[in-house]
């Protein structure tokens, strides 16, 4: 029963009485996934051209950490403070701790395309880039080609959804 509810009268009510019983992988996960003190620390890329402030260096690591849980992440930090830098580290981290399995995708709006592959370009130029945007914009075997080949694909929200079987 959650806290602060009450048993409803009707045992066929969507908040009857549930029980769940919790494992001890269950409770390390949670665990793992709540506490900041189980993120590791860790040293960014040697490549890479930026100094982060300590929020964004949490990020990055937080980033890694979920990686490696298996999960996705979305950072939250306030418009400015250098959510593209943690991603770019993110990124350079994995090209340089990992093995390389293809592309990773980054979706923007259109109007942030050429930001992105500038910030990458100085922030850490072995970051290779490919952006997949425009009428002469590659598609089937020449774009799966491509992403064998680069690091990273830029594209735009709108042509993720246009060119969704090519890009998946």
């Not at 409770?27 to 890479?48: A, D, F, M, W, Y």
């Not at 593209?84 to 709006?109: D, F, H, M, W």
């Not at 922030?123 to 089937?140: A, E, I, Q, S």
Request: hydrophobic fraction near 40%; glycine fraction near 6%.
């Amino acid at each position: 029963l959650l806290q602060g509810t009450e048993k409803p009268e009707d045992d066929n009510s969507p908040f009857a009485e549930v029980e769940i019983e919790v494992d001890d992988v269950f409770r390390e996960l949670t665990k793992r996934l709540t506490s900041i003190s189980e993120v590791p620390e860790l040293n960014v890329p040697h490549g890479l051209q930026a100094t982060l402030r300590a929020y964004q260096q949490k990020g990055f690591e937080w980033l890694v950490h979920l990686k490696n849980m298996g999960f996705g992440a979305l950072l939250a930090d306030d418009m400015g403070l250098g959510k593209t830098i943690q991603s770019i580290t993110y990124l350079a981290y994995r090209k340089e701790n990992e093995e390389k399995r293809g592309a990773s995708l980054i979706v923007c709006p259109t109007s942030v395309i050429n930001n992105w592959k500038r910030e990458i370009e100085l922030f850490y130029p072995d970051l290779t880039v490919h952006v997949h945007y425009g009428g002469n914009r590659l598609k089937g075997e020449d774009l799966f080609s491509i992403m064998r080949d680069v690091d990273i694909v830029i594209t735009s929200y709108a042509l993720s959804v246009l060119d969704y079987e090519d890009l998946k």
